[in-house]
């Protein structure tokens, strides 16, 4: 519960950050600060180069260039956490597609739900010209979505490391990406006023997102990950976009509609509807002849 609360506030963490730096540029600058001293005390994770490379174009580069962009263009900081969760239902498909992964009846229906409630959500939010967020931000989704799939085929032995070394790919795109969308003169003028109060909140943003929400975020969730099955520790990510709603409208005043927040719990539902497996059955006994 603390991991999601943590994550779930994130999504506050870069509105704030977004107030002071160009949306791509922001995304550069989180992965560069972590990715310097990832490279000078981080043991390599051993794995194969090209799936740190998925990895870091998919869960990195795409999935937050994305959402940056979406919510730097109006999309709601607390719908921003629920659309994300789309990635689950995502990854139950791309892993059938690619990987060959089997998809049971009650993971269709669960995907399903998450999408009538992502339709009901886009639906609503057309009517307020904010279409192209919501369609950004489910891009982001799909982006971590491909990034799942290289960490399964990458297979690491300390998933932590894996995680920071996937920031040293995200940068330099990233930053490329920037100066041909938003131009030097915007990053300059977003460095050269970070003594403003906006900067400083900005400044306070990214350094959550950097030493709270990956660091000390995902670390937790790595170790209850390794010490206790999947199925029980994963549901638990649910809670993010639950916090980052109610947060949200508690601090920067988003009022949901009811249809939005009935179209919420029926992804929710749909979310973990296709993510849970059911346990295997144990085989009946063989009766041997004596």
Do not use: C
């Amino acid at each position: 519960m603390l991991v999601a609360v943590l994550w779930g506030l994130n999504f506050l963490a870069i509105h704030a950050t977004l107030g002071q730096f160009p949306p791509v540029f922001a995304g550069a600058l989180r992965f560069a600060v972590i990715a310097v001293p990832t490279v000078l005390f981080v043991p390599w994770p051993k794995v194969k180069v090209r799936h740190l490379l998925g990895y870091g174009l998919g869960f990195g580069t795409g999935q937050f260039a994305f959402l940056f962009i979406a919510m730097d263009t109006g999309m709601p900081t607390g719908l921003a956490s629920l659309v994300l969760q789309a990635s689950a239902p995502f990854t139950v498909l791309l892993g059938a597609v690619f990987l060959r992964e089997r998809v049971t009846p009650h993971q269709l229906a669960g995907i399903a739900l998450a999408v009538a409630g992502m339709a009901a959500i886009a639906w609503q939010q057309s009517g307020h010209a904010a279409l192209l967020p919501m369609v950004l931000t489910l891009l982001a989704a799909l982006s971590w979505a491909f990034g799942n799939l290289s960490t399964r085929r990458a297979e690491p032995d300390n998933p932590l490391h894996f995680t920071l070394w996937m920031s040293v790919v995200p940068p330099l795109p990233m930053f490329a990406l920037s100066l041909v969308m938003e131009g030097p003169a915007a990053q300059w003028r977003s460095l050269t006023t970070l003594g403003t109060s906006t900067g400083l909140t900005a400044l306070a943003g990214l350094s959550y997102v950097v030493l709270i929400g990956t660091v000390v975020g995902s670390g937790l969730w790595t170790t209850l990950m390794r010490r206790n099955p999947a199925g029980v520790v994963s549901p638990f990510s649910l809670l993010v976009p639950v916090v980052g709603l109610t947060a949200s409208f508690l601090l920067l005043g988003e009022r949901p509609t009811w249809l939005e927040i009935a179209a919420a719990a029926v992804v929710i539902a749909g979310v973990l509807l296709g993510s849970l497996r059911r346990p295997a059955r144990r085989p009946e006994p063989e009766l041997v002849a004596v």
